[in-house]
């Protein structure tokens, strides 16, 4: 049973496409987030979720819209697709929102902008 | 703010040798500090952690000692495998946020 899981695990669209990843989590976990990996496998957190509420964006553009419909999901939707969004994009959670529990992250989705 | 900083990349050894990967933080208050490993493909794991200062994480022959007094958290490991090629991560948390090192490639050769 996978703990995170997120679909798709590959994407490939066009610029100016919009386009969602699905993350989910059998952990019972409170915390979810959304990391972007660029080639050079710099790490960025985008958004941090606690129970649904958005605690955390991190000066991400407003074209990305995450979402948690419930404590499980956290979804990102992308607008208006553009080159360099081309990334790894990795979703985690984490017991509570608190300094001494660690992540678990998903497989990641590799999204290719043309 | 907080910061991380890992030895930069990407670092060669032979099966069996030492393996050091410096990491140091900038952090105010008491934060928790964590070793991530990414192998080829895959999404990162936790390797160790420590949560208080002189604490020793230690996992899978890695280890990594909290040292508050020169805001370090270095990995070590006494004898390297192929199978340990990987991206490693310094992390830390504070307050609820994270923030990751820029990732050290480690390749083991045979």
């Known amino acids: 049973d996978t703990a995170v899981s997120q679909t798709p695990k590959y994407l490939v669209t066009q610029m100016g496409n919009d386009k969602s990843i699905k993350c989910e989590q059998n952990l019972g976990h409170d915390t979810m987030y959304w990391y972007k990996q660029d080639s050079k496998k710099f790490l960025k957190i985008m958004f941090s979720y606690n129970n649904k509420e958005l605690i955390i964006n991190e000066t991400v553009p407003n074209r990305f819209s995450p979402k948690s419909p419930d404590k499980a999901h956290l979804n990102l939707h992308i607008n208006s697709l553009e080159l360099g969004d081309s990334a790894v994009y990795f979703c985690a959670s984490s017991l509570i929102f608190g300094a001494s529990y660690e992540q678990y992250f998903g497989p990641g989705t590799r999204l290719t902008v043309t | 703010g907080n910061s991380v900083t890992q030895m930069e990349g990407p670092v060669t050894l032979s099966e069996e040798a030492f393996l050091t990967i410096n990491c140091t933080y900038t952090a105010t208050g008491y934060p928790s500090l964590f070793w991530y490993v990414q192998y080829p493909g895959e999404g990162l794991q936790l390797l160790l952690k420590?949560?208080?200062?002189?604490d020793k994480g230690s996992n899978k022959g890695f280890e990594a000692t909290y040292r508050k007094e020169t805001t370090s958290f270095h990995l070590e490991k006494g004898s390297v495998q192929v199978s340990d090629s990987a991206v490693y991560f310094c992390?830390?948390?504070?307050?609820?946020?994270?923030?990751f090192g820029d990732g050290t490639t480690l390749t083991v050769k045979p």
């Open positions: 420590a949560t208080k200062a002189d």
């Open positions: 992390a830390l948390t504070n307050a609820g946020k994270s923030t």
